[in-house]
């Protein structure tokens, strides 16, 4: 699960700064009285948002195969849901090339494709939250992917509310009933949050996000640009009910955490008192990349209205068993799966890719 290495120059730190430098308004801060909810992914969504922005400078000689995975996750996710995408101007006649009329393609100034990061956490009712956004610790340039998530609370109508709270939409995941599942690794990462503790995230994300109760997992800094995010690791497929990615691998650095992981899973309760229901969603035993950075795991997959959208690696046993998987966890939805090895050899997935808006 290592993301696509990153560029790490003087610039990275430079445009740390620079971020903060922005005329948008400054919207609601988590201080305040209002509190917000953020919703199970799989509830209605208004729509999905995507980013185009795969820049030659970050993906090399593999930007081509990477346009034309988002181009396939976004016609897919566009046959159940409306799908707008950013893109750059000089990048328009290839996204329309490759996306057609069915995904609406928004101008904008980018850096990178991943939208789980770049973009705000939406939450209810119509507040869009801008986590500051600084490169995964400043380990990549991200001048324009700080301004993101406040373009997209704009253009989606939505109230901006800020906070002094670092982190990546990759990092969070809700059950939409007050329970949260969270990296250590990530989230109390002093390249992101100098100083804080555990119950200082707490009690912003209880403002923030409506969150009653938080699962800590330990996650592993260092080995990928994230930092071990959560939507790697743990994701849930409904309120009580978690899906863990287990790591079969013994040379794999993620095997020993995806079984602690396990374990800390089957012994907590969410915020409504439910022991959960762990499932588990093993790793491909082959893929078709050479990749060191690729990111073989199914459980970065995306649900939306109607569907389940997951990955195939070519290993036809795992595929299918991740398949049925997700059929009996996401009844009455349609799972499919597709290609995204250009993605996938850069650390990413599916989910990565994507931010939903609830309706």
């Known amino acids: 699960m290592n993301r696509r290495t990153f560029v790490q120059s003087a610039t990275a730190a430079i445009s740390g700064l620079l971020a903060g430098c922005t ?29 185009f922005a795969a820049s030659e400078r970050i993906w090399g000689r593999d930007l081509p195969r990477v346009r034309r995975d988002l181009g396939t996750i976004a016609t897919t996710i566009a046959r159940f849901e409306p799908v707008s995408m950013l893109v750059r101007e000089q990048d328009l006649e290839q996204a329309k090339q490759l996306v057609g009329p069915g995904v609406e393609l928004v101008p904008a100034e980018l850096d990178d494709l991943w939208m789980r990061d770049t973009g705000p956490v939406f939450v209810r009712e119509r507040g869009a939250v801008d986590f500051n956004f600084n490169g995964w610790g400043d380990k990549q340039e991200h001048r324009r992917d700080a301004k993101v998530a406040g373009f997209v609370a704009g253009r989606a109508g939505a109230e901006r509310v800020r906070t002094d709270l670092v982190l990546e939409g990759g990092a969070l995941e809700v059950d939409g ?22 119950p200082d995230v707490e009690q912003e ?12 997992l330990p996650g592993i800094a260092g080995r990928d640009i994230t930092d071990g995010h959560t939507d790697f690791y743990a994701r849930f497929a409904g309120p009580g009910v978690v899906v863990a990615g287990l790591d079969n691998d013994p040379e794999s650095y993620d095997y020993d955490v995806t079984r602690r992981h396990l374990e800390i899973l089957k012994q907590a309760t969410d ?18 990349s050479n990749s ?10 995306y649900v939306c209205n109607g569907a ?41 997935g599916i989910h990565c890719t994507t931010q939903q808006e609830p309706k």
Not at 205 to 216: C, D, M, R, T, Y
């Open 23 to 51: 005329d948008e308004p400054s919207g609601t801060t988590a201080g305040q009285a209002k509190t917000w909810l953020m919703p199970e992914e799989g509830e209605p969504h208004q729509r999905t948002w995507m980013a």
């Open 177 to 198: 009933e007050g329970t949260a599942i969270i990296t250590e690794s990530c989230v109390l990462n002093s390249n992101r949050n100098r100083g804080w503790k555990k």
């Open 205 to 216: 994300l209880a403002h923030l996000l409506g969150i009653k109760k938080v699962i800590w």
């Open 271 to 288: 915020a409504q008192g439910r022991a959960l229901r762990v499932e588990v969603m093993e790793g491909p035993s082959k893929v078709r």
């Open 292 to 301: 060191e950075d690729f990111a073989a795991g199914y459980i970065n997959f």
């Open 308 to 348: 389940v959208i997951g990955p195939q690696f070519g290993d036809g046993q795992a595929d299918a068993a991740a398949k049925a998987t997700m059929e009996r966890l996401f009844p009455g939805r349609t799972v499919v799966q597709i290609d995204i090895d250009g993605i996938a050899a850069g650390g990413g």
